[in-house]
Structure formats: C-alpha cells, structure tokens
C-alpha cells in the first residue's frame, strides 16, 4: 500500500511540474549534431586533427562519444549533444557549423504505380570499359538476390574497388558478386536517434526491407532479366540502364527515414570505396549549400570526378517545390513513358471508360454489377476516401464502390472495399491530382481514373436509380502519345536557393517503371500484401534519377577522362523538349504545353548524349567562384569545399559566369512613379564550350516565343580544329520590364549540321 501512496504521489508532482520537466528534459535530451570543423587550423599542440577533434568534443561534454568522424565530405564529426552543449561547442575555436542531423525520404510516390524501362533505350553501344564503372546507390539497400543482380554479364571487379561487402545475421558475405560488388549499411545516426534496430521487423545489414533500393539500383544498373513482368504486366526484358556498371549499395534508408549524419558517412565511405557516379533518389528539406548535407557531401564527390545525381522531388505540380538544386548536382524530374495499363469501365447507361489499373487476380463475372459512391455508404465524413473499417458493410456487399483519391494508399482503399464486402473499386482522382493515372498492384478489380471521368461516373451514380457498372482488366499497352509528358508529381522550378541557375536539369521516365523488388514486402507494400514479387512498378523522381545515373555511367564509359560536369552537359544539351510534330512536352497535371521550370534542359535522349559535339565544363574552382557570387563568406565556403578561399576583392564574380548548360535569368520589376516604361535591364552570361567532337563550325540559333528580352550572341560562329579547344561566347539578355510573377522562355542552339547543343533560357520578372 504505501508503495502506491508514493507512485500516486510522483504522479501528482510529475503532473503539476511536467512543463518545467519536460522543458528541463527538452534541454537534457540527446540529439545527433554534425559538427563540421576548421581542419587546417589544428591547433600545434596536437598530434592530430582526430585528438583535435576528440578534444573539442570533450570540452563541452565528458560523456558525449562520436557516432561517425568525416575525412572527406565534411571535416568533423557527429555526436550526441544536448542543445545546450551545441551552442557551447558552437562558440569553441576552430568550430565552423554544429548542425542538427536532418532526416530524408526516399523520393517515391509512396504505393506502386506502372511502365517499364526496359525496351525504350535499346541501343545503347556496350562498350567494353562501361564494365568497369560503378555506381554506388545510396537508398533503402539492396535484395542481393534479386535475378538483376545476376553477374553473367561482367567480368572481373574492376581496378581500383575499394569497397566491401558488410556481412550480418541477414546479409552474406557471398551476397555480392561481380554485378553487386558492393554493400554497407550506415545506422549510427539512425539508431541514435530512434533507438536499436529491431531485427524482427528490419535488417541491420545491406538487406532492403522496403524494395526503393533494389528498384533504383537494379533501374540504373540491373543485368539483363528475361520474361520480367509484375503479374504479366509490363512483360518484357529488364535490364538497368547501364547493364555491364556494377552496383555498389549504400544503405542509409531505413523504415523511419534516412539520417544526414548517415548519408554524409555513406558519401564518405563511397568517395574511399573508388564509385564513379553516385545515385541518391531520396531529399529533404529545402537549404543553403552550406547547411545542405546533401549538397555539401555532392560537393566533395564531384570534386574527385564522381557525377552526383539526385531526384528532384515530388512536390509537383507546385512551383519552386524541387529539392537538390545545388549547381554541382544532376537534378533529375521525371515523365511518363509510352506505356499504360488500361482497365476498362463500362457503365449501366453504356458510357465506357478508359482507367488504369495492376490488378491480376480473379475476374469480375456477370456483366452489370451495383454500383455504389463511397461517400454514400460510410459511417465516417471522409467516408468518400475509402479508410480501412469507414464503409458500411451492408451497403458495400456485392458492390463496385466508387472511391476518391487522397491521404490513404490507393490500394489500401480496394482492401477497405473488399473488406466491406465490395467487389471491385472506380478510384476517382479529385482536383490535386488532375488526369494524372497512377496503375496499382490492386487487391480487388479496380480501374482508376482522372478527375473528369470520375466526376462523370459520381454523376450518373447519384442521377440513375439503379447504377451499375463492370471492371475488366486490360493488357499492357504501348504506343501511348503523346509521350513524353511532364509527370504531375515531378518537382517544378524556380530554383528558390538560387534563381539564375535553372533546375531541375532534365528529366528521365519516372512514371510506372518496373524493376526489381525485395522480397520482404509484397508490391504495393502494405502489411496486409502477403504476396512476392521479383518486380514491381512504381513511380517517382526516386525512379527518374537512377536512370540518369545508368545513362551518366554509360556516358562515362564511353569518355573515361570527362568531368561530372562534361558528363552532365551532354546529357542536358542533347534532351529534347518537343515531341516530333514540334510541341512541347505536355505537363499532365495541366494537359498544357509544360516550360523548362518543368523539365529543364529536356528529357534525355541517352544516344545523343554520347556523342553531343561539344560540352560545357566546369572545375570546382569554379563551382568555388559561383560560391563568392552568391556572396557566401569564407567560412560557409570552407564548410562546402573544405579549403581555404578568400573571394578576392578586386573581382566581380557573376552567378551568370558558372559554365551551366542552361540560362536563367532572373529580372527585377522596375518599380517607382513611372512603373514599366523603365529602359530594358541588360545582363551578360558567359559561357565556354569544349570540342568533343572532330573539327567543326558551329553556328548558334534562338528561339523565342515572346519579345519580352532581346537575346545577342558573339560571336555567332564558333570554330573548333582541335580536339578539347575551348571557345568562349557571351549572351546578352535585354528585358523589357514585365509584371512580376511573368516568366518567358527561349532556346539557344549551337549546330554543325551533326551535333545539336541546346540550351534552355528562362526569364523570370520578380
Ligand atoms: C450521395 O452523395 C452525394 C455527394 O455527397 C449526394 O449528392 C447524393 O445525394 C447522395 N446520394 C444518396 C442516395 O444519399
């Protein structure tokens, strides 16, 4: 008895004081800071800077251990601090930044969608050295059994790999072969944050308990795969993009997300291992460079000549809602293929319908079922969504139900369905999502549908006295046009961190792409789907950037000496931005014409890409100057480039001078007493260009849609003799003074009747 006296008690005087203890447990609680270092002002009177380090750490706390020391990407290290001892550190000499750990996400739209990247790049040549490129991915890691893993194809490890293949109760030493020459798994920072693994419900090893990573590194480096479907759709051979590259898996991903403290070692850890190209499909939240791990990390990669391509986003269709945007990063926004999964509707008036759907099981029998809106038969208001336990049985029973799109997965609304005793499912978009067609590997027939032919379907279901319909699942269809078009999830532009550097920098097919999977959850990976799939089909900007990171291996292959920035350039100046007949690229989530804000420089054309004449090249000096022109001090430009660099004072740098292969170009609205009439702003974009090709005269052209800026190019003519010659040329842009908010746009072209090398221009009035 006066043991409870004594907890009632506590608990009385925990609930009268809880906010002063949680403020005070707030200060005590332990969070994972990076603390990134002044290397080169080691102090003499240590050995080295790791005891420099060590030394810094235990002078604010005795206790605090460090989770991980960088070498490479960042100077420091992380370690648990609480708030308080952050601050403190912060203050200490030599100190530059203690940033909080920041969590990512993959970038997939989160329940499978459709279309396949198998047979529409058919042609690449296999030149003998794309074997000996690697790519290391860094996402959920890898299903090492996956048959894309196969190494039939590629011969002996290449020279110089320095990786290893970390073995645990879930992951064998033999799990790697000579196509996955690779495997690690980072969860310091994880487990710091969130406690133990819990090795009932995931792997602490290499092992992808969640099927993104073994979808994007079997996308850009999957062996060839015979006779690959999910259920019979999108049969066909799989093969990644560069099928002789080897795949080096990073795991930093896990169930709850991917820590930066994570990243930032795996980055480390990959740079040492000997990676060429470094695929990270996953994002967070918008930041500086200088407080972006991501950007900071892609900063030293580049450095040493490894191609950083990142997923745009899926914020689309919102504008400025990329992320990834640094200038020395591939950006990569997604489109749809010429691919669909057609589900056919027929309704009880005769109307029929085209949707989408994955579903294989059992058909619907009869002809004309009952059909019923969801919103009509549910005990909750947002009944219309279809939650798990929301419908009302008795009204469900037999019925095809007609659900709207949004909050829950989408096949999760069919399981409600079913579990409510419907049959089959009509799942409607509502506005959000406009015609965009998203095909799942559905539990029950179902066909989904865009907003228009699902308000139509509601119409008749509340108008006809007895409304019915049938489901039938379709074959996998080829040949859709117009195809390209802009995916409505892709990222849109402008670059908020920086406006005058356009991104995304392409795009690459994100939409319904079939690749391998893990075996540890079914395709549409709910808790519920028990059932194994060697492939699946989703969707992403997470699916678009292993793409280019394949194509950006192949590339390499094919020029072993180019830079990531060479690498890039021929990539974004040989995408094309029109379909045959001369319009641009749709964006799906309008059904209008979309703008480079949408796709940037285009969406790649991988052949054109290995031989695109001339390229625009960048050093990472340069990327250093574009760091003194967006006014970075050198303490914020040590943390990203972790070198001395005193921007020099005598110098004008210009935003405008990076050697990007795009423009844009941001204008100011003139304002005061005489509004627009102001005289045109005049800015000047220098550019140099590198022979890749033969000798040859290239003459520029410009294409405008509007006459909102005047665009002068000098010279106009450019003559290449020698192989690697660089010639220099300046655009001069003079705007007419626009209302805030207007963008317009134009292309500038460099041919010799061989080569195209495009190039986007955006202009933007803020
Ligand atoms: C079903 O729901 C719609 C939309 O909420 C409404 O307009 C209609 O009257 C409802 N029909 C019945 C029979 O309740």
Known sequence: MPVIGVLLLLTFLFLCHSSVDAEILHQQM???????????????SFDDHLQWYDSSLKSVSQTANKLYTYDNVVHGYSARLTVEEARLLEGKPGVLLVQEDKKYEVHTTRSPEF????????????????????????????WPESSSFDDKEVGPLPPGWKGACEASKTFSSSSCNRKLIGARFFSQGYEAAYGPVDETTESRSPRDDDGHGTHTSTTAAGSTVV??????????????????????????????????????????????????ILSLSLGG????????????????????????????????PSRGSLSNVAPWITTVGAGTMDRQFPSYITLGNGKKITGESLYSGKALTGSLIPLVYAGNISKASNGNL?????????????????????????????????????????????????????????????????????????KYTFSDPNPSAMVESGRTQLGVQPSPV???????????????????????????????????????????????????????????????????????????????????????????????????IKDIATGKPSTPFDYGAGHVDPISALDPGLVYDTTTNNYIDFLCAIGYSSSMIKLIAKQEHQC??????????????????????????????????????????????????????????????????????????????????????????????????????????????GSPIVFSWT
């Open 227 to 276: 006779g690959a479907s999910l259920f019979g759709y999108a049969a066909g051979t799989a093969r990644g993009m560069a099928k002789h590259a080897r795949v080096a898996a990073y795991k930093v991903c896990w169930l709850g997300g991917c820590l930066s403290s994570d990243i930032l070692m795996a980055m480390e850890k990959a740079i040492e291992d000997g990676v060429h």
């Open 648 to 757: 020099k004072t005598g110098v004008k740098y210009s935003v405008a001078d990076l050697n990007y292969p795009s423009f844009a170009v941001p204008f100011e609205t003139a304002s005061g007493p005489r509004g627009g009439s102001s005289a045109p702003t005049v800015v000047k974009y220098t550019r140099t260009l590198t022979n890749v090709g033969g000798p040859s005269t290239y003459k520029v052209s410009v294409s405008q849609e509007t006459n909102s800026a005047k665009i002068q190019v000098q010279p106009s003519v450019l003559s290449f003799s020698t192989p690697n010659e660089q010639k220099t040329y300046t655009v001069t842009f003079a705007a007419t003074s626009m209302p805030s908010g207007t963008s317009s746009f134009a292309h500038l072209e460099w041919s010799d009747g061989k080569h195209t090398v």
């Open 115 to 142: 279309l396949g990247i198998l047979n529409n790049q058919e042609s690449f040549p296999d030149s003998g050295t794309s074997s000996d490129v690697i790519i290391g991915v860094l996402d959920t890691g890898v």
């Open 486 to 584: 802009v995916a409505a999830f892709s990222s849109r532009g402008p670059n908020l961190i920086t406006p005058d550097i356009l991104k995304p920098d392409l795009i690459a097919p994100g939409v319904n792409i079939l690749a391998g999977w893990t075996g540890k959850v079914g395709p549409t990976g709910l808790p519920e789907d028990s059932r194994h799939v060697n492939f699946n089909i989703v969707s992403g900007t997470s699916m678009s950037c292993p793409h280019i990171s394949g194509l950006a291996a192949l590339v390499k292959a094919a020029h072993p000496e180019w830079s990531p920035a060479a690498i890039r350039s021929a990539l974004m100046t040989t995408a094309y931005s029109t379909y045959k007949n001369g319009e641009r």
């Open 285 to 316: 939240s918008l930041n500086d460079y200088f407080q972006d791990p991501v950007a900071i990390g892609a900063f030293a990669a580049t450095s040493k000549g490894i191609l950083v391509s990142c997923s745009a986003g899926n914020g689309g």
């Open 30 to 44: 332990k969070k994972t800071f990076i603390v990134h270092m002044d290397k080169s002002s080691v102090p003499e």
């Open 386 to 458: 279809c939650m798990k336990g929301g419908l009302i049985p008795e009204k469900a029973k037999g019925k095809i139900v007609v659900c709207d799109r949004g909050q829950n997965p989408r096949a999760q609304k069919g399981l409600a369905v079913k579990e409510a005793g419907g049959v089959g499912m009509i799942l409607a978009n509502t506005d959000t999502f406009g015609e965009e067609l998203v095909a799942d590997a559905h539990f029950i027939p179902t066909a989904a549908v865009g907003q228009g032919p699902g308000e139509e379907i509601k």
